[in-house]
Structures are given as structure tokens and as C-alpha cells.
């Protein structure tokens, strides 16, 4: 079984010419079913906890966050989302509904949010560490301001906290704080240890995602090797995905992860369906 589980829509709209794309690119990729995880920033309902969330000062990052939120953002809602969901599932599309939800600290509010809809699967992913979008490359100056060491306690602790939330299936795209090559001096494997366990404790899957391989500097599939020998040392499940925007992308290097994955010992991929997921061999 050969998936995607993690893409976006969003650069476009919910028509079906836009997405058609996606299709036709994961057929010809040999990927048998996608699964679209929009953005949480996508939804009105999310746009009040985005606020409370961010910097959003006068400072350059709170200038520039602020100006981030301005930019197509909060388009839809989710209601809006789930119906063009449903009619490609009725129009025979192997498609899967997911959310790619952000770890706001606010984690009741995202419970309130999510109680009143369904998806096939949700993914919490780490994009900000105290109030700062740490993959903006056009604030990538903020890496110098702090040492790594404290980077990575923030980046575990938010790992910690969105999997003690009870409201995830899977933890998306791990440890990609690698991505404008900040690598660290000094002993990881504690902080590895406790993102492993966390996530073990949830019951989650995590994401292996070649977003990071063609997308950011780093040029590698996360989570890297490490922390991919410590999931599977706590047997944590995975999904593989491309993190798609466009639809070219789709199923990108999705051979690869495979391949990485069984490397690293799996051979099963996670298939979700209303929030059940069911093991497969990996193709």
C-alpha cells in the first residue's frame, strides 16, 4: 500500500480543477491513496487562537508574523472544507480527510474546536516555539538569538504538550528544527528519548516527511536518522507523505521514504479511516 498522507490545498481553492493535479500526479507516482491535511491558519475558526498564539509585536518578527496572518489566511471553514471533502470521496477519488493542526498552547481551545467536526485522521505538528514561527526563513535571524540547546528543550517540551492533549493521531514531519542546518554540539538523544515517549504514551504515529528533503536547505527526509532509530526503538507507528502544496509535488519522493522506512526497520504503513487507522505493508 503506497500512501500520502500529508499535503495542502490550500495554494489554490476547493475546486475541482485545482486538485486535480494532486490525482494525476499520485497516479503516475504509483501512490494508491492521498490524504489532505490543510492547515489549521486555513480555517476561520483557528483565527482567534492564532492571535493569542504568535508574537505579534512591534518587533521585525512580530511585524513580520502579523503580516504573515494577513496573507491568505482563514479563507474557509472547516464545514466549507469537509463538504468539497465528501464530494471527491462520493466522486470516487481515493482521498482521505486530515487536519495539520499547529501546537498552540491553548490546547482546550483546539479540543473545542475539533469536538464539533469529523476527519479521518488528525496530525499536530510543532511550528512555533514560544510564539515564534521557527521555519519563517525570512526571520531565520531569530536561530542566532537563542542557543540550540534551549531551542531543542522548547521544540521536546512542545512535543510533550501537544501529545498530552489526547487530540492527535499523528505528530507531523519530527525534529524538522534541522532545517536551516542548525545541527547540535551536544548529546540529543535525551531530548529524542522524551519526543519518542511522549508520542508512544499518546498512542500516535509519527510523519515521515520528504517536505524537508526538496523544500528547506537541510535537504533530508524527517525526522532524520536519529530520532528514526528512536520511534522505532519505541515502535511507533508511521504514515509517509510529501508535504505537498502544489500539485507537482504530490507522491514526491514518496519511493524514498518508503525506503528509509524499511531501512530504519518498518514495513508497515498506518491507513487511516475516521480516526481508526489499520496496519498495511508498505509497497
Request: overall charge negative.
Amino acid at each position: 500500500m503506497r500512501i500520502d498522507y500529508h499535503m495542502h490545498f490550500e495554494y489554490g481553492s476547493y475546486d475541482l480543477d485545482w486538485v486535480q493535479g494532486f490525482f494525476d500526479h499520485a497516479r503516475s507516482r504509483g501512490i494508491d491513496e492521498i490524504g489532505i491535511s490543510e492547515h489549521s491558519h486555513g480555517f476561520i475558526e483557528f483565527k482567534d487562537l492564532y492571535y493569542e498564539e504568535l508574537i505579534l509585536d512591534e518587533s521585525p518578527v512580530g511585524q513580520y508574523q502579523r503580516q504573515w496572518l494577513t496573507k491568505n489566511k482563514f479563507r474557509y471553514s472547516i464545514k466549507e472544507y469537509l463538504q468539497f471533502m465528501d464530494l471527491l470521496k462520493k466522486k470516487g477519488y481515493p482521498v482521505k480527510t486530515g487536519i495539520e493542526v499547529c501546537n498552540f498552547q491553548n490546547q482546550e481551545g483546539v479540543r473545542a474546536i475539533l469536538a464539533e467536526h469529523q476527519f479521518d485522521y488528525i496530525i499536530g505538528s510543532v511550528h512555533f516555539l514560544k510564539g515564534w514561527g521557527y521555519d519563517f526563513a525570512d526571520i531565520k535571524f531569530v536561530w542566532n538569538q537563542y542557543s540550540l540547546k534551549d531551542i531543542y528543550e522548547w521544540y521536546t517540551a512542545a512535543i510533550e504538550h501537544l501529545c498530552a492533549a489526547g487530540l492527535y493521531d499523528v505528530l507531523g514531519h519530527p525534529f524538522n528544527i534541522r532545517l536551516f542546518k542548525n545541527f547540535p554540539d551536544f548529546d540529543v538523544q535525551p531530548f529524542l528519548d522524551r519526543a519518542a515517549q511522549a508520542v508512544h504514551k499518546a498512542g500516535m504515529a509519527i510523519d515521515i516527511n520528504t517536505g524537508t528533503l526538496y523544500r528547506y536547505p537541510v535537504m533530508e527526509i524527517s525526522p532524520y536518522p536519529a530520532f528514526m532509530a528512536t520511534a522505532k526503538k519505541y515502535n511507533i507507528p508511521i504514515i509517509v507523505s510529501s508535504d505537498a502544496h502544489r500539485p507537482e509535488d504530490c507522491g514526491r519522493h514518496i519511493d524514498m521514504a518508503e525506503d528509509y522506512a524499511k531501512a530504519h526497520g518498518y514495513d508497515e504503513v498506518l491507513v487511516f479511516a475516521g480516526r481508526k487507522a489499520v496496519p498495511y505493508k508498505l509497497s
